[in-house]
């Protein structure tokens, strides 16, 4: 009851702070009154102090019914324990309240996760996987796109949606200060992108790399020929073909339940996912030796020239 209790506030305050987030571009007015929180049988009460309090009228609150006082002697330890948690935590949301809202005043400019440093901004739980697979672009692709820049809807929307980049979590929650300029997606994507589980992340840190290279291209060469560009990833499926050769099967190291399920899931990944499984791998993984990685990303890039727009 302690933990949901404190996880149901905790969820209240970061609504309230998201809400607050969304209105940082807005002017915000802020009532020039004290504002005090404290917990009371189960209910967050707000006392509003004013200067003429004495002379307003009392406001009737709503009814209800609390849990009652009396309690199983079990439970008495631990419901007097809720309460003392309870009221400390609900004591500081004031101040907590007092100091975004004074922050969100301030003439700052935000910083936006789409610029210069994505990584150092997102959790890594966002970037599980899900990060840029092809690394730092070059002059000449910077140019070849500002040619086209006009018809993209952002510049990490190329090749929408099997080899485009991860949906910018910025467009999706409203607003992305780098526009046509953003590095990721700003097409919509009818679904998250797939992550793999703890058992299935297990199960692909045990497999050589020709073995996951093996695993990749298969659904790759899928996804190619589902989506009508097969002709144009062949580079770099000829890449993972020759580095996958000699692999030994997967049946005779997983499970096929293991194998069943982790299919299902490279199945709804889609062509730079896949992709993106092989090159965010750990260098120190046992037969990373060739720069097979850098070699992939700078083909994922020249496979995503091939969706450039003709000129209008």
Known sequence: MLLSTSFWLQGLFACFVEVLGQQKQQVLVVPAMAMELEYRNTFIDVKEEFEDMELM?????AQSAPPGRVRRNSFSLEAASEEDAM???????SQKTADLTKKLQQDETPSTACGSSPSSTMSSDALDFADSPVGQEGPEHVS???EFFPLLSSQGSLAHPEVCRRPCIYFIAGHCENGRGCAYCHMEHTEKTP???KRQRTIIQGLSRPQLLELVMHFCHIKAEQAGFLEEAREILGLLAQESAGAR????????RDLRNLHKTLMRMNFSNLIGLVTHQSANRVGNATPSADLLAASLERLRLHFLP???
Not at 57 to 61: E, G, L, Q, T, W
Not at 249 to 256: E, H, K, T, Y
């Open 195 to 197: 992550k793999l589980d």
């Open 249 to 256: 099967p997967l049946g005779q190291v997983v499970a096929d």
């Open 310 to 312: 003709a000129h209008a």
């Open 87 to 93: 009221r400390s935590y609900v004591g500081t949301l």
């Open 144 to 146: 070849v796109l500002a």
């Open 57 to 61: 009228p009392s406001r009737a609150r």
